[in-house]
T-cell receptor, first 115, second 112 residues
Framework: NAGVTQTPKFRILKIGQSMTLQCAQD?????MYWYRQDPGMGLKLIYY???????DKGEVPNGYNVSRSTTEDFPLRLELAAPSQTSVYFC??????????????FGPGTRLTVT | GDSVTQMEGPVTLSEEAFLTINCTYT??????LFWYVQYPGEGLQLLLK?????DKGSNKGFEATYRKETTSFHLEKGSVQVSDSAVYFC???????????FGKGTHLIIQP
């Protein structure tokens, strides 16, 4: 298994540009999450999904959109990028419904700079 | 709302020293508690967890005990190695559909 994969690893955007951060998992996990990590801060939840076709806002959803058309993929869309969105973005997933399903599996992250 | 507070870093220790990273939490109910580790350039990996009061999580020589009376989950290791250098995150999960609540992370540096 590849686990949770994210692309790209790095990206520089100009203010006002848009882009999609890709996330995929091959573990048949039903729950998927997007977090952002700012320097010296913990991770903040942006959006999450409990299954294909179902998404919900987390703590910091403004400026982002998500979709979940398949179990495997959970892309994060940035519209009209702003410098405040400069961060490292992590995708995570887990399997709910099993006894030991608390562990979230994280991707390697996408480092985004908006200038 | 829920919150996790952990000691500020960086924490710098010599190899073979004893490690403690403090973590306290605020949450309603009975959350599950976790320590995640992030090595340079990588995503987070689960280090250990505890799901109820007085549980002790352990892995790779690290331990943490879920103390409900003090709302704490301090991470300890008896003898650290250079390879333990990383950022350590304490986190909680209250069992809902949403994600984990993380502390700010503690950067640990082990010198040979």
């Amino acid at each position: 298994n590849a686990g949770v994969t994210q692309t790209p690893k790095f990206r520089i955007l100009k203010i006002g540009q848009s882009m999609t951060l890709q996330c995929a998992q091959d573990m048949n996990h039903n729950y998927m999450y997007w977090y952002r990590q700012d320097p010296g801060m913990g991770l903040k939840l942006i959006y999450y999904s409990v299954g294909a076709g179902i998404t919900d806002k987390g703590e910091v959803p403004n400026g982002y959109n998500v979709s979940r058309s398949t179990t495997e993929d959970f892309p994060l869309r940035l519209e009209l990028a702003a410098p405040s969105q400069t961060s490292v973005y992590f995708c995570a997933s887990n399997k709910r419904g099993l006894a030991d399903s608390y562990e979230q599996y994280f991707g390697p992250g996408t480092r985004l700079t908006v200038t | 709302g829920d919150s996790v507070t952990q000691m500020e870093g960086p924490v710098t220790l010599s190899e073979e020293a004893f490690l403690t990273i403090n973590c306290t939490y605020t949450a309603t109910g009975y959350p599950s508690l976790f320590w995640y580790v992030q090595y340079p350039g990588e995503g987070l990996q689960l280090l250990l967890k505890a799901t109820k009061a007085d549980d002790k999580g352990s892995n790779k020589g690290f331990e943490a005990t879920y103390r409900k009376e003090t709302t704490s989950f301090h991470l300890e290791k008896g003898s650290v190695q250079v390879s333990d250098s990383a950022v350590y995150f304490c986190a909680l999960w209250r069992g809902g559909a949403d994600g984990l609540t993380f502390g700010k992370g503690t950067h640990l540096i082990i010198q040979p």
